[in-house]
């Protein structure tokens, strides 16, 4: 007696945002077609979020939405601590002597035109800035 084949169901992850890592069954891939009653693990990752993961089981062809959750973003502050104190100082490109950042933001700084710098805000500092005088020639 022949065995008929098995009822085929399409199984499609739609992941938010729309550019997460999806896994079905342990593969990279947003959509698998599998027997009727299987079982599809399903696992959704993208840097800066809470991963999702889960299964759902093939009793017809079916899209399940996966919607991410953003992590929450650390804080930083970057405080200028020019002498003389009365330097102006710029931090990405306003004038003012402290910023509040999200972590690992670059931050750059200028005082007068004689200083400028770089910063990635791993964490809340202070940075001193000495001026060198300019001499008049």
């Known amino acids: 007696v022949p065995v008929p084949d098995p009822v085929m169901f399409t199984i499609t992850i739609n992941p938010t945002p729309s550019d997460a890592e999806v896994k079905l069954n342990g593969t990279v891939q947003s959509s ?8 599809v693990s399903y696992e959704v990752s993208k840097t800066g979020y809470t991963p999702k993961s889960g299964s759902v089981v093939a009793d017809s ?13 650390e804080k930083v ?10 330097a102006t100082v710029k931090l990405n490109g306003v ?3 402290t910023i509040e950042v999200d972590k690992g ?7 007068y035109v004689t200083k400028s710098d770089t910063v990635t805000a791993s964490s ?8 060198d005088a300019v001499v008049a020639s």
């Open 95 to 97: 004038e003012q002597k």
């Open 61 to 73: 062809t079916k899209t399940v939405d996966v919607t991410l959750e953003a992590l929450p973003v």
């Open 105 to 111: 933001n670059e931050v750059s700084k200028s005082d």
């Open 32 to 39: 698998v077609s599998v027997a009727s009653g299987s079982s």
């Open 124 to 131: 809340t500092q202070t940075i001193d800035v000495t001026l």
């Open 77 to 86: 502050t970057i405080t200028i601590n020019p002498t003389p104190t009365d």
